[in-house]
């Protein structure tokens, strides 16, 4: 069964960076497709970027663009999320996942059924 493991996630200061990990066992990675999603308290969760597997092609939200960016190491069996200049708004927990359709991404957070655990990022002095 597909199971992924956020990590990489914690305390940083407004300005500072993070790359967060979302490795996978028993299953190699490079074959689907990874979204990287968020979830603040109060809010629902947001799609902020997708690596496909098909040829790369990474999609980026609106507002994410710009300081996030996702890539893939299919050697480590990993696909990270590179995170700059934080802000306070961006605390959240962060999550990974594989899409319904596996090789493609989507725009939307409902098209997405294998999910991990996530990892907690704060931003704050």
């Known amino acids: 069964q597909l199971q992924l493991v956020e990590s990489g996630g914690g305390l940083v200061q407004p300005g500072g960076s993070l790359r967060l990990s979302c490795a996978a066992s028993?299953?190699?990675?490079?074959?689907?497709?990874i979204g990287w999603f968020r979830q603040a308290p109060g809010k629902e969760r947001e799609v902020i970027s997708c690596?496909?597997?098909?040829?790369?092609?990474?999609n980026y939200a609106d507002s994410m663009k710009g300081r996030f960016t996702i890539s893939r190491d299919n050697a480590e069996n990993t696909v990270y999320l590179q995170m700059y200049s934080l802000k306070p708004e961006d605390t959240a927990v962060y999550y990974c996942a594989v899409p319904r359709l596996y090789y493609y991404c989507s725009g939307y957070v409902g098209e997405y059924d294998f999910w991990g655990q996530g990892t907690q990022v704060t931003v704050s002095s």
């Open positions: 690596i496909s597997s098909i040829d790369g092609r990474t």
């Open positions: 028993g299953v190699t990675l490079g074959s689907y497709a």
